[in-house]
């Protein structure tokens, strides 16, 4: 290891945020980490990232809650969906399926970026009755809906032609520092190079196929509260987009002090202050309802 470079926390990942493989509906497999106990909070990251991501997230929220954050199809050692174009119905039916396996009956559902087009649809839908509140970080709409095809195709082409001439490495090392605020530190940095570093060339295509082919305003309203946050320096999905987002939704919306896109990775104290927060009002909501 090149000793100018930061430390990447890994030892730290796998005592405190460890992986494992559950098997779910037709032998597929889903990686997660898991951490803590109590009412449980899922995490889904974005496109160019992965479970560990969350872990300094997590690491804040584990005295409190159970916290799970899957590997989206296609990514780490999960299993890929067989649709070649998947839509968010098919990432959400494997999140039904990995809910059903892990026995979790309520939850608060996390998704960031790409993520959140994920949880949308699963709140939306198949998860109505498992969701007790959603909570969307820096969400990326998508480009499925009729007005916004053609940047979506110039989008799709550009991805995979990054991804061809790059690889997954050269992708890391060019699109890394785009996801954090103007002044990132060198540690936040690293951690989403090496997070990035680690994507599945054919998962991240499937990935691409749904940002570009779908539209997270397109598959309904969610059911739960919902609450929107991004970072006031998110380049990605900018702050005057996911508030039109929060609108759509009738969803609550703030921004997140000194982030970029990655805010789970730049200010994981402040995001993992606002899931607990939307935990503390699903449980003082339950407490409620049974006085």
């Known amino acids: 290891m090149d000793m100018a470079q930061p430390p990447i926390p890994t030892t730290r990942l796998q005592q405190c945020f460890p992986e494992r493989l559950v098997t779910v509906a037709e032998g597929a497999r889903v990686a997660i980490r898991e951490c803590g106990q109590g009412p449980v909070v899922v995490l889904l990251h974005g496109i160019g990232s992965g479970a560990a991501s969350w872990l300094h997230c997590a690491q804040r929220l584990a005295g409190d809650y159970r916290v799970i954050a899957w590997d989206a199809p296609g990514y780490g050692r999960s299993t890929a969906l067989p649709e070649g174009q998947p839509r968010a119905q098919h990432y959400a039916a494997r999140l039904e399926a990995l ?9 608060v559902l996390v998704g960031h970026s790409l993520g959140a087009l994920m949880a949308t649809a699963y709140a939306s839908g198949s998860g ?54 103007l002044n ?12 990035m570093a680690r994507l599945n060339p054919a998962g ?50 703030s921004l997140i002090p000194g982030a970029g896109h990655a805010s789970p990775i730049e200010q994981p104290e402040v995001v993992a202050g606002r899931i607990a927060h939307a935990q503390r009002l699903v449980l003082e909501g339950t407490a409620h309802a049974k006085a």
């Open 204 to 253: 991240y295509r499937q990935a691409v196929a749904l940002l570009c082919g779908d539209d997270l305003l397109g598959n309904g309203l969610p059911t739960a509260p919902c609450e929107v946050h991004v970072g006031e320096e998110d380049a990605i999905t900018a702050p005057e987009d996911c508030g039109a987002i929060a609108r759509a939704l009738g969803a609550s919306f």
């Open 99 to 107: 809910l059903q396996a892990l026995g979790v009956d309520r939850c």
């Open 128 to 181: 109505a009755r498992r969701v007790a509140r959603l909570v969307l970080l820096s969400p990326a709409r998508g480009y499925g809906a009729e007005a916004l095809r053609e940047p979506g195709q110039r989008v799709r082409r550009q991805r995979l032609d990054s991804l061809e001439r790059l690889g997954i490495h050269g992708l890391a090392r060019e699109r890394a520092a785009r996801l954090l605020g």
């Open 184 to 195: 990132p530190s060198e540690d936040a940095l690293a951690w989403v190079r090496w997070n």
